[in-house]
């Protein structure tokens, strides 16, 4: 037990603590995007469903027992939505990534991932015989000077990237990403965990306008589509290999009925025209806050204070005003890149977002002084 304490105290001292907390205040910190985590029309088809027998529990994993109409429903539909040959459904995003990259590649290949991609694609590269390199970020040149490396005595080269970064919020090259993958013969493979249901022709992502040769894409479920779940699309060949060798697919249980028909419902309204519109006020709620507060453009805002202490006291003091605004600190982000993390969502009003930056533009300026 004293180990443990120590290492409580020692992440205590060090500022890295970390405890739960209640949602409290006005959300700028959840991947709800598009505000469908409490929306009436999924809520209401989450009663019916279960009113006719949509399974709560799978009871088994998909290749016994656990394999249910609304799994199937949901990867059909998906792969035809997406532009794919077919879909695998995981109960959320970590084990889809983790199981493409411990699945996918042999020890004849080699992964080339960006030196930010999320800690589901970096556990599963820890894997022996898994040959990897960290890519810094973003560096199109320096994934050439890679692909030309290794190309010679790689059976299988694979590029690993985020559409849009989670603690940043930049978008990644993919057009020049998935060039140089069609040249090298490489597959470029596209975690949308942030950019589905908020990017693309009615939020089909930002991969979503790239031929479908050599991509492999990612949508998660739990974050704009507000219900939970990873849908990887790819080629029958891929998909089929994922069911035959990708061990968090075969054993484990499958993911519950519902959530499948759920995840299903939330695609279909994130690409009507009330997701249209949804994302239409989101983007002009980006488009102030950008010109107010920095950043990409995107939903996603960092606010880089560095210090640990310094992003903890600024969010607390920033909570105290009422707004649920999180701070992120090492190891999810390089250190000395403490930060608050604000993500907007559809849900807030121009004038609350004018009040929030108001409130968040003195730490931001602070820091700026001081650099
Ligand atoms: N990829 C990225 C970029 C993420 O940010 C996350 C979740 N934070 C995941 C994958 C994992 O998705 P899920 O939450 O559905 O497990």
Redesign the pocket.
Known sequence: MDLFQNKLSALQTKNRLRSLSMARGLDLSS?DYLGLTDHQTIKAAAIEAIKNGVGLGAGGSRLLRGNAPEHMALEEFAAQHYGFEKALYFA??????YALLTTLPSRHDVVLFDSL??A??RDALYTPNIKSEKIAHNDVSAFEAALKKHRPDSQKIFIAV?AL??MDGDFAPLKELYALALEYDAVLIV?E??SSGVFGAHGKGLADSLPRENLII?H????ALGI???IVCASADIIDYLINAARPFIYSTAPPPLQAYLTQKAIELSASSEGDLAREKLMALCKIAHSKLGGFGSHILPVILGDDKKAMDAAEALQELGYDIRAVRPPTVPENTARLRLSLNAKLTQAELGNIIKAVLPFAEKEKTAA
Do not use: I, R
């Not at 998660?220 to 974050?223: P, Y």
């Open positions: 991947n959320n995003g970590f084990a889809a990534n991609v999320h589901s694609m985020e970064y989670s975690d965990a942030h990612l998660t479920c739990g974050k939970a779940g990873g």
